[in-house]
């Protein structure tokens, strides 16, 4: 999988944070140890995720990406199952709620836009470290105001942490099961790979 696609992949992941199913059982949740034996918890996580983020995204990136002059070309090329050309799209669907699509592209492979269906823009996250190994971490932000909405430290393809743009903790995903701050299942999240109808 190139870079690109990757980062598209990790995107949708960190999109898919704000689904959540609760639950009342207490489980034990893994810690991974990375390269050189660095242990990440919720707080060492959080320092990194805010370490030098920047809170509020540039204005001329949004106007320039508000509503999706590709909405129709995109979406048919999701149903058609390909890629076009300079961009990598991929579909959305959280519980049947929020629906759309994500576009990352080439010239820009730092910036994921979500687009609802209709082709306007509905988030965008933020990669300051793009190319980078785990770990590392994407900004959401506010499609309209610029204001960042939510971070997310992403420790290995199973493992990240999420938080609110005050720093507290949404969830810590490990696979596809979100904990909170006391070990206890609070989010299930998945992957679709066709485009949901309007």
């Known amino acids: 999988?190139?870079?690109?696609?990757?980062?598209a992949v990790f995107v949708f992941v960190y999109f898919i944070f704000n689904t959540a199913v609760y639950s009342q059982d207490t489980v034990e949740i893994p810690q991974k140890v990375l390269q050189g034996s660095v242990l990440y918890n919720e707080e060492s996580a959080r320092k990194m995720a805010f370490?030098?983020?920047?809170?509020?995204?540039d204005k001329k990136i949004l106007k320039e990406h508000l509503e999706d002059k590709n909405n129709k070309e995109n979406r048919q090329a999701i149903k058609e199952d390909r890629q076009i050309e300079g961009r990598y799209?991929?579909?959305?669907n959280i519980r049947g709620v929020v629906k759309g699509y994500v576009v990352v592209y080439d010239d820009k492979p730092q910036y994921a836009f979500y687009y609802t269906t209709s082709g306007y823009l509905a988030a965008v996250d933020v990669n300051k470290s793009f190319g980078a190994e785990f770990?590392?971490?994407?900004?959401?932000?506010?499609?309209?105001?610029g204001n960042l909405v939510s971070i997310g430290v992403y420790i290995s393809d199973d493992e990240q942490y999420s938080y609110t743009k005050n720093g507290k903790l949404k969830a810590h995903w490990v696979g596809d099961t979100g904990y909170n701050s006391k070990g206890k299942p609070i989010a299930k999240r998945e992957v679709v790979t066709q485009i949901p109808e309007d």
Do not use: A, E, Q
């Not at 999988?1 to 980062?7: A, G, T, Y």
């Not at 799209?89 to 959305?92: D, L, Q």
């Not at 770990?135 to 105001?145: D, E, F, L, M, S």
């Open 51 to 57: 370490d030098g983020l920047d809170l509020k995204l």
């Open 135 to 145: 770990p590392y971490r994407i900004g959401k932000y506010n499609p309209v105001t």
């Open 1 to 7: 999988m190139n870079s690109v696609k990757k980062l």
């Open 89 to 92: 799209i991929m579909s959305f």
